[in-house]
């Protein structure tokens, strides 16, 4: 632990590449940890990065670690960091093969855990026909049959941007909606159906969605379900560290508060990537990585030095 790397990466998705790429071509000396669970890694593809637009996701994640081996400073490892202590100047992180490395600098870029409702079958369809995000998935479902299944205070909201992808739109409240007139008058000349029962199971064969089945025995129709999510940190790293939790959000319930250049409360410590912000796509992790790692390579140079008077 002699020659501390200038930046540890934990995580190699969008926003680990992304930051690995700049870091690799500035020359800094880099570890990228990766335990390879992108967020996205179900999904057929990715919708809506400039580029890549439907591209498999792990065609993406590969296409980006091959262009790393081009910059010899960059060293990419699997596995999960699983430790983190702040040395005041370097941290010290532990892997979970009992390997030990130092940095001068860290940027967490290990994404978020989606948590989905809790409806049988959700799970099995989870980034397939069930997703959270229209812009990444309606285009796929487009004129199909949809539903919406959420009655939170975005409820109304979600189902009228749905509408946008389909004519055919659901909003199941599984339970009685708790909504105001004005979101009656919201949905009605939109066209969207209000459906209060308990939704007990979804139907249709593997990832693919026919139909809603309702407690009380009926059915609907539908093809593609915007389900509500929210984020949540998936590594204990940025709490170890006694990183700044920003105030929950309506996507994420406890990202890494972040200035501009994605500077965490801790000195030297940066976060990129769902981890650190309310807008999650590929498209903004990888611009974070990619601010973050200048940002990094900004503050590796020396500091003045002050003379007493
Ligand atoms: C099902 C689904 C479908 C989506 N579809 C789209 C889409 O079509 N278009 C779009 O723009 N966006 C989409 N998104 C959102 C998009 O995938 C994310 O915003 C983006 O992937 C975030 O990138 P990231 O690098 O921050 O995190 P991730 O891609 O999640 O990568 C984080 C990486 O860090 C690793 N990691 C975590 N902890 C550790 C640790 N302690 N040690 C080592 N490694 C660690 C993980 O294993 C993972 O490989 C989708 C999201 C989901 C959930």
Do not use: K
């Not at 790397?5 to 969008?14: N, S």
Request: net charge negative.
């Amino acid at each position: 632990m002699n020659n501390p790397w200038d930046c540890i990466i934990v995580g190699g998705g969008a926003a680990g590449l992304s930051a690995a790429l700049v870091l690799g071509r500035a020359r800094r000396r880099t570890l990228l940890v990766d335990a390879g669970e992108q967020s996205n890694r179900m999904a057929e593809g990715i919708g809506g990065l400039l580029g890549h637009d439907r591209r498999p996701p792990e065609a993406l994640y590969r296409a980006g670690r091959d262009e790393l081996a081009a910059y010899p400073s960059v060293e990419v490892r699997g596995g999960h960091v699983v430790g983190v202590i702040d040395g005041g100047g370097t941290f010290d992180l532990e892997l979970d093969d009992g390997s030990r490395e130092q940095a001068r600098r860290v940027l967490l870029a290990t994404g978020m855990d989606y948590r989905f409702p809790e409806v049988p079958g959700v799970a099995q369809r989870w980034g397939r026909s069930v997703f959270h995000c229209p812009f990444c998935h309606g285009w796929e479902v487009r004129d199909r049959p949809l539903g919406v299944l959420d009655r939170g205070a975005l409820a109304v909201q979600r189902a009228l941007l749905l509408r946008f992808w389909s004519d055919d739109v659901t909003l199941l409240t599984n339970g009685a909606a708790d909504l105001g007139s004005g979101d009656l008058d919201r949905l009605q000349p939109a066209g969207v159906v209000l459906e209060e029962r308990v939704v007990g199971a979804l139907r249709g064969p593997g990832s693919t969605l026919e139909a809603v089945a309702f407690t009380d025995g009926g059915e609907r129709r539908c093809e593609g379900l915007l389900v509500a999510v929210t984020l949540h940190q998936r590594s204990t790293l940025a709490t170890q560290l006694g990183a700044r939790i920003a105030e929950p959000g309506p996507v994420a319930a406890e990202a890494v508060a972040i200035d501009t250049m994605f500077r965490t409360s801790i000195p030297g410590l940066f976060a990129a990537g769902d981890v650190g912000t309310q807008s999650p796509s590929v498209a903004t992790a990888v611009a974070a990585g990619s601010t973050a790692a200048a940002a990094i390579v900004h503050d590796l140079l020396p500091r003045p030095t002050h003379s007493a008077p």
